[in-house]
């Protein structure tokens, strides 16, 4: 069935040092994998996504990796700061709707 | 980030209670989620239309019903039946129906709890 593992579920890292993230799916007509950021007590927002015709995506500090032979996805941090610290949730297209992970929550300690 | 909007923030439900949950976008959105936020779990969808007057059930719609007779509501209750809905409740919207590659915009979510 539908399903993503998000690993780890919860993450704690030193300012200035990187995070990273993986979930791996179970469809393998996904084409679309987005990330979505949620800090304490406010909605998710999307920080970065990928489609299924690159292998890797940047936007600053973040990027994210596919391997659709192994059907796993990662997001990468760099130089994290105290702002980062929120959960984070992975997703891949399936039937016409998003299908979320269980979501990571980062701490970064300043 | 305005655009969609969730009421209301905070809903007490009484044993054998509906309660119904507002959603309103003025995005010009054809597509409308409702999602349900538990610890440890994620999002998991409840229900979802891609158009006007028509709506799928998703992983988790027993106990909840939904409506869509205008492009910019998607009202959800949280009927009798569910039996354990204290949860975090979140409603998107994304442009285009049928087209999953497309970025959503949620709400600010109701917390929904039992008295």
């Known amino acids: 069935g539908e399903n993503v593992e998000q690993h780890p579920s919860t993450l704690s890292v030193q300012e200035g040092d990187s995070a990273v993230i993986k979930c791996t799916y179970s469809?393998?007509?996904?084409?679309?994998f987005p990330w979505y950021k949620q800090e304490l007590g406010k909605r998710p927002q999307l920080i970065i996504d990928?489609?299924?015709?690159?292998g890797e995506k940047k936007d600053q500090r973040i990027a994210v990796t596919l391997n659709k032979t192994a059907k796993h996805f990662s997001l990468h941090i760099t130089e994290t700061q105290p702002e980062d610290s929120a959960v984070y949730f992975c997703?891949?297209?399936?039937?016409?709707?998003?299908?979320f992970g269980s979501g990571t929550r980062l701490l970064v300690r300043p | 980030d305005g655009g969609i909007t969730q009421s209301p923030k905070y809903l007490f439900r009484k044993e054998g209670q509906n309660v119904t949950l507002s959603c309103e976008q003025n995005?010009?959105?054809?597509?409308m989620y409702w999602y349900r936020q538990d610890p440890g779990q994620g999002l998991r969808l409840i229900y979802y239309?891609?158009?006007?007057?028509?709506?799928q059930k998703g992983d988790i719609a027993e106990g909840y019903s939904v409506s869509r007779e205008k492009k910019e509501s998607f009202p959800l209750t949280v009927t009798s039946a569910q039996k354990n809905p204290t949860a975090f409740y979140l409603c998107?919207?994304?442009?285009?129906?049928?087209?999953?590659?497309?970025?959503?915009?949620f709400g600010s979510g109701t917390q929904l709890s039992v008295l």
């Open positions: 998107a919207s994304s442009i285009e129906a049928g087209v999953t590659n497309e970025k959503l915009f």
């Open positions: 469809d393998s007509a996904s084409n679309y």
């Open positions: 990928i489609r299924s015709n690159v």
């Open positions: 997703a891949y297209d399936s039937s016409y709707k998003l299908i």
């Open positions: 995005l010009n959105h054809d597509a």
């Open positions: 239309s891609q158009i006007v007057n028509d709506f």
